[in-house]
C-alpha cells in the first residue's frame, strides 16, 4: 500500500478539500499510473453532491484519467514503465458475464465497478477516482493515448468523447443522417466534433444564445436556441438522431416532435429527478426514446484511435485543483468551454 494526495467530498454540502488516501501496490495485471490530468465531468458534481442518491463520503471524483505509467505488474502486456495510459468511468467488472465477453463491461451482470464511487469486489473498499496523485488499475481497463493529440485535451475523450461515440455509432449517425446534439457542454461539444466527423449533418440545441458562434467553430451547420419555440418547430420531423447531453430537467417532448420516422432520441444527460414523456410522441413516427451508458472498453480504444486519426480532442480550461468548487459553480451555470480539466500537478 502506498498513500496518495488527493481531493475528496466528505458530504453533499461541503467544498471538496484535500484528502490523503490508500492506494494498493499494482498486481501482477495492474499498471500504477501518475495522474497528469483529469477532466471534470458533470457526473463528478451530481455525485459530489449526492444528487443521484448514492453517494458513499468521503468521495474522490474523477474518471477522465490521462498520466504516465510508473509500475507495471510483472504480467503486463500493454504498458511498460514510461508510457502514457488513461483510465475512464470503469476500472473493473466480473469480466465474464455475457456483456463483459461482448464488450459492453459497463452493463457487466455482476455489477460495473467504476471508477469512484464503487464497491471493490475484488479488492474491497470503495474505489476512489481522478482527483488524486495516482492510480492503480488492471491493465483491462486502461488505454493508450494517440500520440499526436494534446494530453490535457485528450482526457475528457475518456468519458465525454466515449459518452458520445458510443451512441452515434450504434445508432448509425454518418452520412445523409441529420444529427441533433442538445447541450453544448463537456458531452455536447464532443458529440459535435464527432457526429461531424462521422459525415452527418450536425445541429446544435442550446439555450446559451453567446455559444452560437462557438457551435458553428466546433462543427455544427446550424444551431437553434432550444427556447425559442418557433425556431425549434421548424425542424419538426426530421432528425434521424438527436444526443440529448443536458444535466438538468427540461421539456423531452420538444425533441421529440422533431424526430422523423423511426428516429430516436437518445439521452446521456442523467438529471437527477424524472422527466415526463408524452407517449403520443413515440406512437406517431414510431419514434425511440433511449438511453446510453459510457461505452464498453474496446470501443474506448477504437474512438480513441478515431480521434487520433481525426485530430479530434475536446476544448478545454486547464484548472489547478484549488479551483474544483469554483469550476462546479460554473458548470452549474452552463459556463464551461467546454470541459474543465485538472493539472494534478497543481495537487501538492
Ligand atoms: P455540462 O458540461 O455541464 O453540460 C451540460 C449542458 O446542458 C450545459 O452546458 C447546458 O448547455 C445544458 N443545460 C444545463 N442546464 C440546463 C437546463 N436547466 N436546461 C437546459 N439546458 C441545460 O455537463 P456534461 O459533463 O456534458 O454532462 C451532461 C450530463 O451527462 C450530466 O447529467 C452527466 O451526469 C451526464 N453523463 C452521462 C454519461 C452517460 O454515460 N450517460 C456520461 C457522462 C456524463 P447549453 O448552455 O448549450 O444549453
Ligand atoms: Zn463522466
Ligand atoms: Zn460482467
Redesign the pocket.
Known sequence: MFEAKAYAARDAKSPLSPFTISRRDPGDDEVRIKILYCGV???DL?IARNEWGQTTYPCVPGHEIAGRVTQAGKAVKKFKEGDIAAVG?MCDSCRQCGPCRDGLEQFCENGTTFTYGSKDKRHGGITYGGYSESIVVSEAFAVRMPQNLDLAGAAPLL??GI?TYSPLRFHAVGRGKKAGV???????HMGVKLAKALGARVV?????PG?TQDALRLGADEVVL?TNEDAMKKHTNSFNFILD??????DINAYLQLLRLDGALVH????PEPMGVDVGNLIFNRRKFT????GGMAQTQEMLNFCGEHGIASDIEIISISKINEAYGR??K?D?K??FVIDMASLK
Open positions: 465531468c458533470h457526473s451530481h468511468p468519458c465525454a459518452t442538445a447541450g453544448l457542454g463537456g458531452l455536447g446544435v440545441f442550446t439555450t446559451s455559444k432550444s447531453t443536458v444535466s438538468a430537467p427540461h446521456v444527460g442523467l438529471p438511453g446510453s451508458l459510457i458548470m452549474l452552463g464551461v467546454y470541459r
